[in-house]
């Protein structure tokens, strides 16, 4: 296996990514979501802590796999707003404590990229997904995936918006590194 760049002329960088069970490492995974408020003047932004996850690679580099994140370990350094965003007008983390991806089918796309298709569950409404994400590292024991992806949170029932402040889609844009499982 070689450390192959996003620049890469060949099918990309999965393709060289060895088959086997692989899993989400926390500590080299970002889950950040941006969000225009107050009528497109502020540009809210946050990060989810906590989150895990795994997968499987096929041999011929095909994949798939989830990632599930902590609904409550959002920090967009504003406690007040934090907990309006954990309450029942957005991810009333009491009764739905996870968001969840998963992914059913990740195929290489050529130039460092690959193409996810799957399920998004948040508030347990799950919608169809697809998006391009970057590669950006592959080794003999890890891989690191990049993607920015709109969401229209009314998709998934969220509807709250008080005096018509929010603008529709959320930018969620996630690092994830993978790790190869020891057997």
Request: no cysteine; hydrophobic share 40%.
């Amino acid at each position: 296996m070689s450390n192959t760049t996003s620049n890469s002329p060949h099918p990309g960088p999965l393709a060289d990514v060895a088959a086997g069970r692989w899993t989400l490492d926390p500590a080299g995974t970002t889950v950040r979501i941006q969000h225009k408020t107050f009528w497109g003047l502020v540009n809210v932004k946050g990060v989810f802590t906590k989150v895990s996850g795994d997968g499987e690679v096929l041999a011929g580099g095909g994949a798939h796999g989830s990632v599930t994140i902590d609904a409550a370990s959002l920090d967009t350094k504003n406690a007040k707003r934090d907990t309006h965003l954990r309450s029942a007008d957005f991810f009333d983390v009491d009764k739905h404590p996870s968001l969840v991806f998963t992914a059913t089918d990740v195929t290489p796309a050529g130039n460092g990229a690959a193409q996810v298709t799957g399920d998004l569950t948040v508030i347990g409404v799950s919608r169809a997904l697809s998006f391009t994400a970057q590669v950006s590292e592959v080794s003999a024991d890890a891989v690191t995936v990049t993607a920015e992806i709109p969401v229209d949170r009314k998709e998934f029932g969220m509807t709250w918006n008080q005096a018509n402040m929010l603008k529709p889609l959320t930018f969620v844009t996630i690092t994830a590194r993978f790790t190869r499982r020891s057997s």
